[in-house]
């Protein structure tokens, strides 16, 4: 049974479209490409750490709280020994109230700071903030700036925010609130207890508009003994305000460094985005394109990576056309050299269904046989040169020892072959080695015997192979005593096809594929093969010359 899901893959697969090509030109017709955005995310993590430094200003915070409250504790130690100089009793028992809160409200007026004094009892005897006496019905209280700016009361809002959730992160310090009775004892404030058993103490507390209260209590001596405590608190507007510049900063220097930095992506995007996708739409149109007329460009103002990967592809599409085009050329060769044996196979049996004399029917039975053993070289050596490429580009190259390999040739020529043969002579350095595919140069080196055998004369002749190293190079030469290249043929004999062959080998021995096939494999390995006629110092000619250059690693 056919399978249906099977029956409707092959449906799709064989419609002769790409399923994935759609999505790719879609991809290439984006207004911003995936790479651009890429670009643009990754220049914009820096500026986006900038601003979560936003959240992480606690620690600066915490060196302006210390500083002030080392400031504070400096006020306080002064305000202290005034008061315990000045504003005592003539026995130096007790605070004098009316004294006390006059030299509390100068002092503090001067570090603008609230201060308040607590007697031993607990007993508030004066505060900074009332015009009066304590218990009285005016209290000073510092007004908002005029004229305030809608867009800092915005962007304080916005950092009040921010640091609510700064204060959501783990291990952030967070304070109590502050709270003030209309009856103030020192009982209210754990700062001002501690400091009436002698010892300085310091706190912090928080408002509801995220502001803090710092405060300094420092005992007041007389003699060694205490006569009541000094408060000195003072809200965090300073620390908010440098806090906020800070910020605005901050955000400046983002909003600067966010419009360059969207400047130079969309720039290195451009310079890099953009000549890709018109490489990739210029490779689609040669791929859906049936002739040369769509090409890539070649890019060569640019000195970058694009420029060599546009020079690549561009170099690679005429080198498949190229292909192409021997591809093309080969099949028509093919074609033709095949007919021939072919037109020849068929006119002799067509001829020998007639004829009714054993004798010619023998002879075309001969010429059948010629043909039909054509065909099989042909066949064979078209088969070998197709396989070619793929074979040479999966081969593993390993050292050669050039002495050994033709030595082993000349002692297979020799016994193989009969005595009116070319006798093979070898010159070759002791352990000279090429890296090479020793299978494909044995087959060339046989393929260059072959051929000087068949145009040496029949006996006495000899077959000279020579190597020796040239640098970075091994050559290797093979030399006849026949009649040369002809002239003006010395390339047109690595062509595929080339027929011209000794007057007295019979027709067809050779497909003329041996010395193309040759010249592939040595270009494989970085080498050269060339061919040229011998001749005397008289211009007579002594043989053909075949020279392979290859490289030593």
Known sequence: MNDPHTAHTSAKNTSGKDPAKPDRLAAMSRRFSPLTLRILAVNLLAPALLVASLF?????????????????????????????????SQAGQELLPELASQIVRRLAFTAETRARLFAANGNLVADSRMLLEPGGEIQATALPPIGGDGSDSLLSSLFRA????????????EYPPYLEHVEQHAQDYREAVGALDGETWVARRSMPDGSLILSVAMPVTRYKQTLGVLMLSKTSEDIDTALFEVRIDILRVFAFTLVITVLVSLYLAGTIARPVRILARAADRVQRGQHRQHTIPAMRGRRDEIGDLAGALNDMTEALWLRMDAIEAFAADVSHEIKNPLTSLKSAVETAARLKDPAQQRKLMVIIQDDVERLDRLITDISDASRLDAELSRAITTPVNLEKLLSTLADIHRHTSGDDVPHLRVTVPA??????????????????????????????????????????????TVDDQGPGIPAGKEHDIFNRFYTERPENESFGRHSGLGLAISKQIIEAHGGTITAETRRDDHGAVLGARFTLRLPVT
Do not use: C
């Open 431 to 476: 352990n000279l080695q090429v890296i090479a595919m020793e299978d494909r140069l044995v087959q060339v080196m046989r393929n260059l015997i072959s051929n000087a055998v068949s145009f040496n004369p029949p006996s006495g002749a000899t077959i000279d192979l020579t190597a020796w190293r040239d640098g970075n190079f091994v050559t290797v």
């Open 162 to 173: 921010l640091d609510k959730i700064y204060l959501w992160l783990p291990g952030i310090e």
């Open 56 to 88: 992480y200003l606690g620690e600066y915070r915490r060196t302006l709280i210390a500083t002030e409250l080392s400031a504070l504790r400096t006020h306080a130690e002064i305000f202290a020994v005034a008061l315990g100089e000045s504003a005592v």
